[in-house]
T-cell receptor, first 111, second 116 residues
Framework: KQEVTQIPAALSVPEGENLVLNCSFTDSAIYNLQWFRQDPGKGLTSLLLIQSSQREQTSGRLNASLDKSSGRSTLYIAASQPGDSATYLCAVTEGAQKLVFGQGTRLTINP | DTAVSQTPKYLVTQMGNDKSIKCEQNLGHDTMYWYKQDSKKFLKIMFSYNNKELIINETVPNRFSPKSPDKAHLNLHINSLELGDSAVYFC???????????????FGAGTRLSVL
């Protein structure tokens, strides 16, 4: 059974710092790995999707890496801003497009 | 235009009642999903439908019954509500054609259900 773990559960950093969020998964038989952002009272927004054959994806200040053999992914956020404060969720896609989520990292960027 | 819309946004009800949550997507996607996010913020899939056909049915009490009248709609009906059903329920959709590894799921804003 697939299990997805995110570390740390919460993170607070000053504005402008670079930071890394970690995600690990137990079964490497995945189609892709996605990073989502969840704001309070709102739905999830997909930030980056890395296909199982890829190693990384970049979007603006965000860079996500995937090491499928070791079951790990990282989300790197450069030059953090207060608007980046949210909960970040990692999810892997299994057969029939089933997403298995981690519990998320609650990120706070302090001005 | 909201891509995936859920109604209602909030639902407060008594134990034992029956309630429904509606979901509609205007993205032309083939597959729709229901997820439950519990008090510990853990998101878990409940059901998925592809072109009105049930594809995923996780271990969910049979008090929960999804209904898909057409591929743009997936409603969730819950009978005999219990305290433990209190959670945020999210609807999502995706386009499942071509390379499945590229398919992003788009989420609604969620329905916060409180059972008293």
């Amino acid at each position: 059974k697939q299990e997805v773990t995110q570390i740390p559960a919460a993170l607070s950093v000053p504005e402008g710092e670079n930071l890394v969020l970690n995600c690990s998964f137990t079964d490497s038989a995945i189609y892709n790995l996605q990073w989502f952002r969840q704001d309070p009272g709102k739905g999830l927004t997909s930030l980056l999707l890395i296909q199982s054959s890829q190693r990384e994806q970049t979007s603006g200040r965000l860079n996500a890496s995937l090491d499928k053999s070791s079951g790990r992914s990282t989300l790197y956020i450069a030059a953090s801003q207060p608007g980046d404060s949210a909960t970040y969720l990692c999810a892997v896609t299994e057969g029939a497009q089933k997403l298995v989520f981690g519990q998320g990292t609650r990120l706070t960027i302090n001005p | 235009d909201t891509a995936v819309s859920q109604t209602p946004k909030y639902l407060v009800t008594q134990m034992g009642n029956d309630k429904s949550i509606k979901c509609e997507q205007n993205l032309g996607h083939d597959t729709m999903y229901w997820y439950k996010q519990d008090s510990k913020k853990f998101l878990k899939i409940m059901f998925s439908y592809n072109n009105k056909e049930l594809i995923i049915n996780e271990t969910v009490p049979n008090r929960f019954s999804p209904k898909s009248p057409d591929k743009a709609h997936l409603n969730l009906h819950i009978n005999s509500l219990e305290l433990g059903d209190s959670a945020v329920y999210f609807c999502a959709s995706s386009q499942d054609r071509g390379v499945l590894a590229k398919n992003i799921q788009y989420f609604g804003a969620g329905t916060r259900l409180s059972v008293l």
